[in-house]
Each structure stands twice: as C-alpha cells, then as structure tokens.
C-alpha cells in the first residue's frame, strides 16, 4: 500500500498515536450481525475491522473463487443481512465489515483501490458452491448500489463481484525482495497472488462458462465516441484518476477529471461523483477568472464521470517549495535569503488576489493547500481542485485540505480561506505545517522562528487568523518546550520528559505492542528494532534508564508468538530481539530466539545492515561477544565470516544466492553496514582480506555521494539528495571515519568534513533518529573534531523546539510524516532519547548518562561510539 494510503489508515483511531484501524471507535455503528450473539453452530472472530463467521468444524479452503459484495451506506444493513441469510443456508463462511463507519473508511478516497469498495467476501469451499452461491446472491442483490471493486469482475447487475484469488494468508517472494500474498499453483509453489486494478485470472485458472458472458460485458463497456486520448495518468486514488489527454480533433491538451461513483466518501458522506458535479459548478460560477481553469464539460464513459478542464502549465506551489527552498541550499545572510523572501511575498499576494477574486464571485475555494496551487511559467498561479468550492455562507459541507492547514470546523468560508492562506504562507516560510495539526499553536512557534530568521517585519505576510488569538493553554506548553532549550540545553529535564512520554505511552495489557510507534510496527507484533518494543527498550537500556521486567517479559512473550520463518532482519525481525534480549539479562530466551529464527528462515535477498545479510552477521558477532570471549572457529563468528565474504564478493560485481545489492549508499540501507562488519571482523581477526573488503564496500558508497552548490556531500538518489544514517551520507562517513582512524585513505578522510557540514544543516523536516534530525545531531557530534557539543550541533539540538510536544510532564515526538507521534527508536521519542544522551556524554569516554560514549571499547575500531549505540555494539 502507498505511504499515504497507509499512514492516513493508522490516522483514525487515536489523535495522539498511529495505531492499528481495528481500533477505531465504532461502538455506535456496529452491525447487528457484528453485536448480537453469532448463529448456532456457527464460530465468530475478528481480524482488523472485519468480523468472520465460519461454520464449527469447518475449515476454510485454502484458494478458490471468492465472492465480493459492495454497497452504499443506505443500503448497507439490508445487504449484510440478505447476504448472510444465503450464505448462512448454504452452509458457506464470509466475513463482513463491521460497522457502518468501517464501511465509510474503506470506500475513503485514500484506500487502497483495487480492493476498495469490499463490504463481504465469500469464500465457496469449491467451484460447485461458487456457482450457486453467485448465481444467488446476483438474484438476491441485483438493482442494489455499490462501488465497482477494480481488480474483480461484476456478476450481472448486482453489486456482487468474483476474483480468484486466496483464502487465508500465505506469503512469498515477489522477486524484487518483498513480501506478498501468495497462491499455490499445480505444482504446490507459492507464487503471487495479483491484486491490481484489473481483473485477471491466474495462468492455470479456467474461468467457468457462467462467467463469460460477464466477462464479455465488461469487454464492451466502453465508449468509442469518448474525444479524448489520455496521453499521462497524474494520480490515483479510489475516488477516480487524473489524466492529462488530448482532444482527438483539435490536439488540445485537457485535464480529464474521473470520479467513480460510490467511492472517494468524504466525511460528509459525499461520494467522488457528488464532488465532481460540485465542482464543476464551481468552476463554471468562476468562469473567465485567470486563477481557475477554464471548464469544457462533464461526460459519462462507462460508469464513470469525467470533468474536462483547461490544462494549466507549471508546477504545484509544493514542487516550487521543494525547488527552491532557500535553507537547505546554503542560505546563511539575509542577502542569500532575499530572492526566497521575495519569491514567497509574490506567491502570497498572487494566493490573495486569487481568493479575493473566488469569493467576490460568491464562493469560497475550500482547499487551500501548496499541492492545489498551480505556478505558470510567468509566476502567475492557478488553484485547482474545486470539489470543496461551495457558497461562502455554506455550513453543511465540510472543509477540506491538508493537516495543519485547515481551519477548525465550522469556521466560515471567507475566514477558513484566509487561514489556508496564512498557512500556506507559512508553509513556504517553513514547510513543517503539519505540527499544527498535534499542536495548533506549533503554528505561532514555526511563525515566530521564520520572522527573526528571514528578518520579516511584523506586517509582514497575511494577518495572523483571529483563530490562532485564544490559544493560552497550547502557547504555554510551546513555552515549556522552548525553556527545555533557551538558554541552555537542559538535558537532564529533556530527558526526563522523553522518558515519561514513553512510560505514558506504554500499553502492556495489548498484544499487538507495548509502545506506540509508526505504523509499520504491526507487521512485526511490534517487537521489532525500528519500531517496536525491542528499540524502545534497547535505547532505555543503553542510556541507563530502568527497564522493568514487566515489559522485558511482554518483548520475549510477543517475539515467541511471531511466526520464525517470517524472521526478518536486525532492524525488522527477530534477530534484533533476540539480541535486545540478551542485552537485558535474557541471555538463554535471546539465543533460543536466534536458533528459531536462524533455522527457520530463509536468508534475506537484501544486503544491507536493516534487514539484510549484513545486520544478520552484525548481531552474530553481538550475540558472540554477550556470550564469552570470540574467536575464529566459533559457530557465530564464522558464520559471520562467511557472510563477509559473500558480501564482499557482491560488492565486487560478483552474486551470491540471489543476494541484492543495494541501490543506494547509508549505515543502514547501503553496503556501509557490510564494510562496518569487515571492519569488526578484521579488528577480532587480523585478516587483511577483510580491511580490504571494507574499503571496497566504502568506495563502492562513495561512489553514490555527491558535492552540492553549498558544499554539502549527499547521498544523491534518482532526484533525491539525502543525509540521513538510514539511506544518506551521514551513515557513509561514520563507517568512513571509522576506517580512516585506523587505516589510511585520503579520499574516505575527504569526504567527511563535507559531510559533517550537511549533518548541522539549519532545516531538517523530521526529528527522527533513522531519517531525521536526532540522527543527523548525532552524527555531527561524532564527525566533529571539536567536541560532540559544538555550536553548530548545539543549533541544530535546540531546534528540535519545532517538533516536540509538551503534555504535562511529557514529552511527545512526531513520528514519520510528522501526523502522529511516537515512542519507537527509528522516528519517535526512543530515538532522541538514544542521539541527545550520547551529545550530552561529551568526548570523554565517560559514558554520561548512561554509558552512551564509549569509543571503540567493544568492537575495537576507533572513534566509532555513534556506531556502536546504532548497532548495538
């Protein structure tokens, strides 16, 4: 699933953390079927939203022809109980949604669309019972609404649909390294299971004779007359596509506009065909204003509607932002800063002109935001996007746009585009807007930094929103976070809040985590290192903060339930658990964990130190060395060198098992974790092979670096520049400097002062350990030659005031894409608490806190503290 579709799923059920979506709350709209106590004979369990009824003593076919059946809101409870009244005859399990607001949600424009539109699957035990029972349920149904459910193929003209597809979860390769839903073929191989947006059947699979008239109408649902040939698709998504075309005739380029009815439900109930009508009501009341597109029509194909519109040439505002954001291409004096300064004053009096422009027509805009703002070629702009463009005084449909820049609901029309506007503003002054969505007056902290450092007058930019006047409680907690950093740093207090946020956050009574962390951590029952339990715990660990036995039991409780053979890596799976384990005293339950996971699992594709070979052969040595003296001849430390090996043949050009290398450079998702583990392995053995393998490995990442205008050395991938330890040179020139400490290379030593520069850059958007600035912080202490404390690093630690969340006693950290917060050590609270104890340690040796310091003792390469805390030496 894409990473908006997924984050805005682990959106809904808490305002705080991301968490799981069978957890919304949905008490009020359950369906009886959900309620009330399940059929006799029958047996009823849950899975995420969905309630399953199964026959006892039934057990599900593992593949076959599924039925889907969709519905609308309206129509919902009535569906739900005609199919279940068939299919509790028949004898045959189903599973359903199980409220009406899990209903709205998966038809949400966000979901995934291939499978959107789902309200019941059927799964028939053979092709016998899926004959009668589709025959059936098309009577049953037919004249009923739904949405079309793309990747399947309608029955007649009910809402009723059938792939095949499989039953129960089975897992394989994809090729490419993932993870997917697999089928068994003939000849009992797993093999993918395609979920796209176009019905296919397997190449084994004959579709029944009962099919083929359906399939020959969906052939022909098309429209030959249709004057438009769609030469680019600009975006998905479940409510319907954006296309650029061409009028066949003319050679026009147009904007084709789909909306699929059913789908895309907004929380007005509103569906994408209702919005699209709405809008192009909008834009023909807007009709000759230079700041919208001109309207051609609205035409039906098929099903779907389509809003033909003038084709704007330029950039969104957001692709200008990211083109041209003065601090993070080396702006320092106000001089360096004064084009930006001048280009966003011009946007914003263009924004204004333009709104002053809809609402003098009568209408407001809705949804204002940088991704719905056009830039032509000669600075003029556009808005696009009308579907929220109603009367001025409408209370009844709801507000749109992007988190942090919407007003409160209920906020009128005028007054809600003038506070889009500010923020918008405000988001090319500083683009982390969406911090005012978790704490509405982050909007006066992030205003108040860019007026003193782009030198803004009071007046200047839009008037500040009378909303953002009354905020008294949200300003005093903004000014407890500032007083954690001006004057100085306080980093026991810093500490102690992080700290508290975390014991606040923790839930040992669930079992599907301990604490909150992004999204990802679900699919490792959140015991993983990156996002679950065994990060948090691990960074508790090492900065000398109690860990109470309680939660060291749930982490060896829940990594005990997680399938072996789905093992995973040492940021992912269960090899990094086991070792946490072992770290905290549980030495016999860690290696216990290791032995299943080692010989239950197939060896990852990937090379890299996250969840690859690397990490893999990296914890060996780790777990190794918990046990007792190492030495050559030991079963980890060897398997550990035969792992080296095999990585360096890779990073000479040669293969290994299918083994991947990796396409970009970092510590974590580069081949710098492969040259970090040659160089451990040639400290403990004095094997020379191995002090080249890591210098191959390390020019191998250079060779992805790249100098920028201002100095800077990144990671440059595809269009993408990054610093970052995950993927990015920060991680390059720890494993760098750690080389060069010992071993001689200019270039390597080159690249690193290069580096450090970037890592203390003024702006980074995230807080973050793993791709953010508590990652960077660090590694700007560790590269320093001055101190880890140094002023540059000391700016950059106090600018954390931009992310960090004040709730009593606590501190609460954003995680990824800054929407929810979290605990977990590669986003969230872990992560900063691991970077700001080892910049707080100093350059002594002493360990500060909690013992985060040490530089070299274990692994014995020097200077390489930072690293050890990352990779758990």
């Not at 975006?235 to 954006?242: E, M, P």
């Not at 780790?622 to 550990?640: I, S």
């Amino acid at each position: 699933m894409p990473a908006v579709q997924e984050t805005q799923l682990y959106c809904l059920a808490d305002r705080t953390y991301y968490d799981t979506p069978d957890r919304l709350p949905d008490a009020d709209s359950r369906y009886r079927l959900d309620t009330d106590p399940p059929p006799a004979g029958w047996r009823r369990s849950a899975v995420g939203l969905w309630t399953s009824l199964v026959p006892e003593h039934t057990r599900l076919a593992e593949q076959g022809w599924k039925i889907h059946v969709s519905t609308v809101p309206d129509e919902a409870e009535a569906t739900l109980r005609d199919t279940a009244r068939i299919c509790l005859r028949h004898g045959v399990p189903f599973k359903f949604l199980r409220s009406a607001r899990a209903l709205s949600l998966m038809a949400d424009k966000h979901m995934n669309r291939s499978g959107a539109g789902k309200f019941i699957a059927v799964y028939p035990p053979d092709e016998a019972a899926f004959l009668a029972l589709a025959d059936e349920l098309s009577r049953a149904l037919a004249g009923r609404s739904g949405p079309y459910i793309l990747s399947d193929l309608r029955i007649g003209d009910a809402p009723v649909y059938t792939r095949y597809g499989a039953y129960v979860p089975r897992w394989c390769d994809d090729g490419e390294g993932g993870r997917v839903l697999a089928l068994r073929d003939p000849s009992g191989h797993l093999v993918p299971d395609e979920r796209g947006v176009v019905f296919r059947t397997p190449s084994w699979v004959e579709v029944p004779p009962f099919l083929r008239p359906h399939l020959a109408a969906r052939a022909a649902a098309r429209d030959d007359t249709f004057p438009y040939t769609v030469t680019e698709a600009l975006q998905f998504s479940n409510a319907g596509g954006i296309y650029l075309a061409e009028d066949r005739d003319t050679g026009r380029r147009v904007v084709l506009r789909e909306a699929r009815p059913h789908c895309g439900l907004d929380g007005a109930g509103d569906d994408a065909v209702t919005r699209l009508h709405r809008e192009h009501r909008a834009l023909t009341a807007l009709a000759g204003l230079d700041c919208v597109p001109r309207v051609y029509g609205v035409r039906t194909v098929w099903e779907h509607h389509f809003l033909i519109e003038e084709h704007i040439e330029g950039h969104t505002l957001l692709d200008e932002i990211v083109a041209r954001f003065a601090l993070v291409r080396g702006a320092v004096t106000a001089d360096d800063l004064a084009p930006y300064v001048a280009w966003t004053e011009a946007m914003t009096g263009e924004l204004s002109r333009a709104l002053d422009a809809i609402h003098a027509r009568g209408l407001r805009f809705g949804d204002l935001h940088p991704s719905n703002i056009i830039v032509r070629p000669d600075g003029r702009i556009a808005l696009v996007d009308f579907e929220y463009a109603t009367g001025l005084d409408d209370q009844d449909t709801p507000l749109a746009g992007a988190q942090g820049l919407q007003a409160p609901p209920g906020t009128p029309g005028a007054e809600a585009d003038a506070y889009a506007l500010w923020a918008t503003w405000l988001t090319m002054l500083m683009p982390l807007t969406e911090m005012a969505g978790l704490e509405r007056a982050k909007a006066l902290t992030l205003e108040s930094w860019a007026r003193r450092r782009y030198g803004l007058s009071a007046d200047a930019g839009p008037a500040r929103p009378a909303l953002l006047h009354g905020l008294d409680a949200s300003r005093r907690r903004e000014a407890e976070v500032a007083a954690l950093f001006e004057p100085h740093v306080d980093w026991a207090e810093i500490r102690a809040r992080l700290l508290a946020g975390i014991h606040a956050g923790a839930t040992p009574e669930r079992t599907d985590r301990l604490f909150p962390g992004a999204p990802g951590l679900f699919a490792t029952g959140g015991t993983d290192l990156a996002h679950g339990a065994a990060g948090v715990l691990y960074a508790l660990h090492r900065t000398g903060a109690p860990v109470p036995a309680e939660w060291t039991d749930w982490l060896a409780d829940a990594a005990y339930r997680r399938d072996p053979a789905e093992a995973g890596g040492l940021f992912d799976g269960l090899p990094g658990t086991a070792l946490v384990l072992t770290l905290l005293g549980r030495a016999e339950a860690g290696r216990e964990l290791w032995d299943r996971a080692m010989s239950a699992a197939p060896p990852p594709a990937s090379a890299d130190l996250f969840d690859g070979r690397a990490g893999l052969a990296l914890a060996a040595l780790r777990l190794a060395r918990a046990g007792g003296p190492t030495a050559p001849g030991t079963g980890l430390v060897d398997a550990a060198l035969r792992t080296a090996r095999d990585l360096d043949r890779l990073a000479r050009g040669g293969s290994v098992d299918g083994m991947r290398l990796p396409e970009s450079a970092g510590l974590l998702r580069g081949l710098s974790g492969a040259a970090l583990l040659h160089l451990e392995l040639h400290a403990l053995t004095g094997e020379s092979w191995l002090r080249e393998a890591a210098r191959t490995a390390l020019e191998r990442e250079a060779g992805h670096l790249v100098t920028m205008d201002d100095g800077t050395i990144q990671v440059r991938d595809g269009r993408r520049h990054l610093l970052y330890l995950n993927q990015g040179s920060s991680g390059v020139a720890l494993v760098a400097q750690a080389y060069t400490a010992r071993h001689e290379h200019p270039a390597l030593s080159a690249l690193i002062p290069g580096v450090r520069a970037g890592c203390a850059m003024e702006f980074v958007r995230e807080p973050g350990l793993f791709t953010g600035r508590a990652g960077l912080a660090a590694a700007a202490g560790q590269l320093s030659p001055d101190g880890r404390t140094g002023p540059e690093v000391l700016a950059s630690v106090t600018n954390l005031t931009w992310h960090l969340i004040a709730d009593e006693d606590r501190l609460l950290v954003p995680g990824a894409t800054l929407r929810r917060c979290s605990a977990d050590l590669a986003t969230g609270a872990a992560g900063l608490l691991l970077s700001l104890d080892f910049l707080s340690s100093g350059t002594d040796g002493t360990g500060g806190t909690g013992g985060a310091g040490r530089t070299g003792e274990v692994a014995g390469i020097g200077g390489s503290g930072l690293l050890e805390l990352l990779t758990l030496g």
